[in-house]
């Protein structure tokens, strides 16, 4: 399976929305809390081409992007095998 990382912050619902679906297809994910952590943010940014929303998720070396971008990917049958490469 492929390493996924997801940048989040505090109160976050989009974070916690992309989060669930991760968590209702078992994937073991990286979470980076950025909510205290300036360079951690800068760190997302500049990882995610300029994208300063939360979150920012990544499947192996791949940026996926934002929740919405997420859940696209498994409404469209892709998700799954993003995962299992």
């Not at 916690?16 to 809390?33: C, F, I, N, S, W």
């Not at 300036?38 to 940026?63: C, D, W, Y």
Request: with cysteine.
């Amino acid at each position: 399976m492929s390493k996924v990382v997801i940048y989040t912050r505090q109160l976050c619902g989009f974070c916690t929305a992309a989060k669930r679906l991760l968590d209702k297809k078992g994937v073991d994910y990286q979470e980076q809390d950025a909510t205290f952590s300036p360079s951690l943010k800068r760190e997302m940014v500049q990882k995610a081409n300029g994208r300063a929303t939360f979150p920012q998720i990544f499947i192996g070396n791949k940026h996926v992007g934002g929740c919405d971008d997420l859940h696209d990917l498994e409404r469209a049958g892709k998700l799954d095998a993003m995962l299992a490469s």
